[in-house]
């Protein structure tokens, strides 16, 4: 159980362009789901919290008018990189929890996202 | 604040010796901790957790850790390590909420033949 998928595994795109990155929970509903992006050879960088039904909280120094995310169903979040450029390049991974409110409660990982912006 | 730091940035093990990987974390309350396993190009995958009970407390394929007060250590362990756990390893703290994460920088574990 609690398992986490992502799509697309991978994806390459012309700068400029922007793309759509899904995270589902596909026996569980989730009613946070996480964002995080890493960079090679590094840890986990949060990026955003999703909430169902209300705006995600991003963290520090994340423009959430270029990382547009959208959490509107209880088993679907999406991020939207608009106007990709090759910076953005990195693996991006979600996550989702079972139920808020409870700190023991452990996060279930997506297989991750590779975008690269040529 | 909660942190934690993974003392060794690099493991490397011969086969079917002993895994030994170190975390040392800080936190203002008892804290929840975790270690993810991560292979090349794949998502995080739970090891284990610790929340409040066992202080010993046993993963996935052979692996366990042991939570030390005293020491705030949370270091994780396997006692014959085989090819596959080649990987990268993320000891993670919680907050008292549970919703933010607080990741180690990793220890990459190579296990030579």
Known sequence: ?118 | AQSVTQLDSHVSVSEGTPVLLRCNYSSSYSPSLFWYVQHPNKGLQLLLKYTSAATLVKGINGFEAEFKKSETSFHLTKPSAHMSDAAEYFCVVSDRTGNQFYFGTGTSLTVIP
């Open chain 1, 1 to 118: 159980g609690a398992v986490v998928s992502q799509h697309p595994s991978r994806v390459i795109c012309k700068s400029g362009t922007s793309v759509k990155i899904e995270c589902r929970s596909l026996d569980f509903q989730a009613t946070t789901m996480f964002w995080y992006r890493q960079f090679p050879k590094q840890s986990l960088m949060l990026m955003a919290t999703s909430n169902e039904g209300s705006k995600a909280t991003y963290e520090q120094g994340v423009e959430k008018d270029k990382f547009l995310i959208n959490h509107a169903s209880l088993t679907l979040s999406t991020l939207t990189v608009t106007s990709a450029h090759p910076e953005d390049s990195s693996f991006y991974i979600c996550s989702a929890r079972l139920q808020p409110g409870l700190r023991e409660e452990t996060q279930y990982f997506g297989p991750g996202t590779r975008l690269l912006v040529l």
